[in-house]
């Protein structure tokens, strides 16, 4: 399936995103338009220590909601692995001997361009946390498997990164090795 792009316009743009308006000729011939956010590339990063997983707790002004979310953030750097180092460091203050890349998808393609890259971080040591002016007050803290099942489970996690992130750990990890 290929639809054609008839024209579109940019009707919003910033340091993060672009916003346009596209007037579409679908493979059938109807006209449809579609409202398009486009963002760089992203990194969800899964900081796991073979034992504790570590989360931020991090407020989100869209929703008015503070949650638990695994560090994540925009490609800003040269590669998507430095991208996700980086996002580690800076949102909870931890450095990998070892990132592995588990999983991509679209966040949400109805209407955002933006696919997550997600990353397992292990070989966690100490480093420095260093906050963006919206991030202040980020706390970092260290749950198990079951206690992040039961933290989605009761919607205390809503974060759409942090559990697609942790559904493909998962899928690609036996869960039976992880003590819980």
């Known amino acids: 399936m290929t639809w054609q792009k008839l024209s579109s316009k940019t009707v919003y743009m910033s340091r993060y995103i672009k916003v346009t308006e596209d007037e579409l000729l679908t493979d059938y011939g109807d006209q ?4 398009v956010v486009h963002k760089e590339p ?14 931020v707790r991090q407020y989100r002004y869209p929703v008015d909601y503070s949650g638990w ?6 490609l800003e750097h040269d590669s998507l692995e430095e991208a996700a180092k980086e996002e580690l460091e800076e949102e909870a203050g931890l450095v990998a001997s070892k990132l592995e890349k588990i999983g991509s ?4 393609p109805g ?8 990353y397992l971080a292990t070989g966690l040591t100490p480093g420095k946390q260093s906050l963006e002016p919206a991030e202040k007050g980020m706390v970092v803290k260290k749950f198990s498997l079951s206690e992040i099942e039961q933290m989605i489970k009761s919607g205390e996690i809503k974060d ?3 559990i697609a992130a942790f559904t493909y750990f998962k899928l690609s990890h036996n869960k039976d090795i992880i003590k819980k």
């Open 32 to 35: 449809v338009t579609f409202g």
């Open 42 to 55: 992203g990194v969800s990063v899964i900081p796991f220590d073979g034992e504790y997983f570590y989360l």
């Open 69 to 74: 979310e695994f560090p994540a953030g925009h």
């Open 105 to 108: 998808y679209y966040e949400a």
């Open 111 to 118: 209407h955002l361009t933006q696919e997550i890259h997600v």
């Open 160 to 162: 759409g990164l942090t």
